[in-house]
């Protein structure tokens, strides 16, 4: 699966934001799709995901309340909406198709979220 993540930019504190993972390639609707993210001199972090058939979702605590993940399995999209956004959500964020253990399979490429005032 090819997985292209969109969306990103400068948001203020307080503000949302909406990513996208576009996927092209095998059977999008039989994986389970999460969104990953690294800030600057960190290590890369689960953030969310979104399992394949019922859709069953997952969050980290840190973004629990405030990130919605959604899949549109027509539009072979995954989005993840971003709410009530801190400095400390400023990273690239990646989306990545993954076995039922959120271990990634194939990665897309970052788009940056950088919240600031």
């Known amino acids: 699966v090819q997985l292209q993540a969109s969306g990103g930019g400068s948001v203020q504190p307080g503000g949302s934001r909406r990513l996208s993972c576009s996927a092209s390639g095998r059977a999008f609707i039989n994986y389970t799709v999460a969104w990953f993210r690294q800030a600057p001199g960190k290590e890369r972090e689960f953030v969310s995901a979104?399992?394949?058939?019922?859709?069953?979702?997952y969050y980290s605590d840190f973004v629990k309340g405030r990130f919605t993940i959604s899949r549109d399995n027509d539009k072979k999209t995954v989005y993840l909406q971003m709410n009530s956004l801190q400095p400390e959500d400023t990273a690239v964020y990646y989306c990545?198709?993954?076995?039922?253990?959120?271990?990634?399979?194939?990665w897309g490429q970052g788009t940056l979220v950088t919240v600031s005032s």
């Open positions: 990545a198709t993954t076995n039922s253990h959120f271990d990634p399979i194939d």
């Open positions: 979104v399992k394949y058939g019922v859709g069953t979702t």
